[in-house]
T-cell receptor, first 118, second 111 residues
Framework: NAGVTQTPKFRILKIGQSMTLQCAQDMNHNYMYWYRQDPGMGLKLIYY???????DKGEVPNGYNVSRSTTEDFPLRLELAAPSQTSVYFC?????????????????FGPGTRLTVL | RKEVEQDPGPFNVPEGATVAFNCTYSNSASQSFFWYRQDCRKEPKLLMSVYSSGNEDGRFTAQLNRASQYISLLIRDSKLSDSATYLCVVTPYSSASKIIFGSGTRLSIRP
């Protein structure tokens, strides 16, 4: 199992450009999440999905879009990049939502994408 | 007041020492609690879940104090490899939209 994979690892964007951060998991997890982590800060939830075809906003969704056409993939789209979106982006997955089932709610994280917007 | 607060540290302790740190949360409806470990420039990894009855895993012990609204992590016989940032995670029961990560406590173990 590769677990959770993310591409690219690094990216530099100019203001106003758009890009898609890719995320895939091979654990057949229903739940997938996108987080951003700013320097010295905790992770903030951007979007999450409870299954294919279902997505919902997290704490900081503005400036981002997601889709979930398959169980495996959960891409994050930035339409008009802004310097405030400079961050490290982590994708995660779990078989259950947190707190629902002991042991089944572990979130597995991808290695992250470091994005700089100049 | 932040929803989840942690002392950022760094905690700098000698190898073999016992170290403990807390995480306070403001939402009394919070139901699920976790400690994650994050190495420098790496992704977070689950260290342990925190149950009402407490949880122990080898050298690590996690406790929940609902009355005072905090969780704690105790590390005994600390190893150099324990050096990392420890993130606490708090969430209402079964709500994927309200997962709150603390900013983390940095721990550095010296030889």
């Amino acid at each position: 199992n590769a677990g959770v994979t993310q591409t690219p690892k690094f990216r530099i964007l100019k203001i106003g450009q758009s890009m898609t951060l890719q995320c895939a998991q091979d654990m057949n997890h229903n739940y997938m999440y996108w987080y951003r982590q700013d320097p010295g800060m905790g992770l903030k939830l951007i979007y999450y999905s409870v299954g294919a075809g279902i997505t919902d906003k997290g704490e900081v969704p503005n400036g981002y879009n997601v889709s979930r056409s398959t169980t495996e993939d959960f891409p994050l789209r930035l339409e008009l990049a802004a310097p405030s979106q400079t961050s490290v982006y982590f994708c995660a997955s779990s078989s259950e939502t947190l707190g629902r089932a002991r042991g089944a709610d572990t979130q597995y994280f991808g290695p992250g994408t470091r994005l700089t917007v100049l | 007041r932040k929803e989840v607060e942690q002392d950022p540290g760094p905690f700098n302790v000698p190898e073999g020492a016992t170290v403990a740190f807390n995480c306070t949360y403001s939402n009394s409806a919070s139901q699920s609690f976790f400690w994650y470990r994050q190495d420098c420039r790496k992704e977070p990894k689950l260290l342990m879940s925190v149950y009402s009855s407490g949880n122990e895993d080898g050298r690590f012990t996690a406790q929940l104090n609902r009355a005072s609204q905090y969780i704690s992590l105790l590390i005994r016989d600390s190893k150099l490899s324990d050096s990392a940032t420890y993130l606490c995670v708090v969430t209402p029961y079964s709500s994927a939209s309200k997962i709150i990560f603390g900013s983390g406590t940095r721990l550095s173990i010296r030889p």
